[in-house]
């Protein structure tokens, strides 16, 4: 089990907003540690995705969808790393840094303030929404349909980036007809602008066009009677 002053190097890191917790798990799946009670709940993890892939090799670091906590009820998305033993390769912890969706929503918001048509997206590379504003994800492990999927047949302006190093990425996008729309109301001003000009233009034209006429008639009887 984590010891006392182990626990208190965690808790420094307690009050990181976008931290739900920090946590240490023995090679069995056992929880060994945490930033938020000494001593550590008896959680068990062995079944969960993220410490599966660990014991069996898989890829560093891992990201998980997002998920309900089992200590706090809490949704959550982690991110974790397995520890070896040197010279043996023989894994003996796994560390995982549960990241709070509505600290990236919140921050995504802020981003969003001038713009109620963005959308900010922060998605796994294998698609699955981690936070995002104005949606927000479901746990994965709730039943029930998720209110945050995406319309599969809308059109839109995409702005993306996978992040360095990691299976995450990073998304910026608009509706159609909403980018559309300013640009509508601007040819809407100008041709509200430009008609009455073109129309004024138009009568001045069959004016000039009227008075050349007339005066070619003059000119041409003038020389029928010379």
């Known amino acids: 089990r984590g010891t ?21 798990m023995g090679p069995s799946g056992q929880m060994i540690a945490n930033n938020r009670a000494f001593p550590a709940p ?21 990201f998980t969808e997002v998920l309900t906590s089992r200590t706090t009820g809490e949704p959550f998305f982690d991110m974790s790393l397995r ?7 023989e894994m003996t912890a796994v560390l995982s840094a549960s990241l709070a969706p509505q600290y990236f929503a919140d921050f ?3 981003l969003a303030a001038k ?48 992040l360095a190093r990691l299976p995450v990425r990073i998304s910026a996008w608009i509706e159609h007809p909403a980018a559309l729309t300013p640009w509508y109301r601007q040819l809407a001003l100008l041709g509200g602008f430009v008609f009455p000009i073109s129309l004024a233009l138009m009568y001045v034209t069959w004016l000039a066009l009227q008075r050349t006429q007339r005066s070619i008639a003059v000119a041409q009887q003038l020389h029928d009677e010379t």
């Open 115 to 162: 713009d109620r048509d963005l959308n900010i997206e922060l998605r796994h590379a294998d698609g699955a929404l981690l936070a995002g504003w104005p949606r927000a994800p479901a746990s994965a492990d709730l039943a029930g349909p998720t209110a945050s999927a995406a319309r599969a047949d809308a059109q839109r302006i995409v702005a993306e980036r996978p």
């Open 83 to 89: 520890r070896n033993r040197p010279g043996s390769g």
């Open 4 to 24: 006392r002053s182990s626990v208190e190097q965690l808790t420094i890191t307690a009050n990181l907003r976008h931290l739900q917790g920090l946590f240490v």
């Open 108 to 110: 995504y918001r802020d």
């Open 42 to 62: 008896a959680v068990d993890v062995s079944d969960r995705a993220f410490f599966r892939h660990h014991r069996q090799g898989g890829t560093q670091p891992f």
